[in-house]
């Protein structure tokens, strides 16, 4: 079985974000970047709001 969606917990994503970009290769931060950005996911990981927020992503 595949799961349809996935939600991440938009603090927990930023904070991971900011973490690999500093461990990936250039590329790899790219292919980051793009996935992010397919998914709906790319201007969530900039957002500092301490709610805990949840955002469906289809996989």
Do not use: C
Request: hydrophobic share 35%; glycine share 4%; net charge positive.
């Amino acid at each position: 079985m595949i799961l349809e969606k996935v939600s991440f917990d938009q603090q927990l994503l930023s904070k991971e974000y900011r973490k690999a970009k500093h461990v990936l290769h250039s590329h790899e931060a790219q292919q980051l970047d793009r996935w992010l950005k397919a998914k709906g996911l790319y201007p969530g990981v900039f957002q500092t709001n301490p709610s805990y927020q949840k955002a469906p992503v289809k996989v």
